[in-house]
């Protein structure tokens, strides 16, 4: 998932979600039908998944990214207090 760049993900989910542009999209009148348990018919069901699918690919990318963000975050944050801790005890010794 790393591969994929936003500036790929974000036009191409953002233009299916709201594919057929004159009409109600897709994935709203899926949603719709998902929710009242209309959802049964196996083109629906590829309906779904064309016009959604990237969206949540798009989620899963930002929220994998978000994670990695703050480990390394909290792991440099660590790193600097152990380091500035010896040299702020040596201070206030003196």
């Known amino acids: 998932m790393k591969r994929l760049s936003y500036g790929f993900l974000i036009p191409a ?18 949603l ?16 779904l ?12 990318k930002a929220a994998g990214d978000l ?3 703050r480990r390394r975050r909290s792991a440099t944050d660590a790193a600097g207090v152990e380091a500035q801790a010896p040299g702020s005890d040596a201070g206030a010794r003196q």
């Open 67 to 69: 994670v990695r963000w």
């Open 32 to 47: 719709r039908m998902l929710a009242t348990g209309r959802l049964t018919r196996p083109l629906d069901i590829f309906d």
């Open 13 to 30: 989910a953002l233009l299916l979600a709201v594919l057929p542009l004159g009409a109600e999209p897709h994935l709203v009148e899926k």
């Open 49 to 60: 998944v064309l016009h959604g699918g990237l969206l949540a690919l798009l989620g899963a």
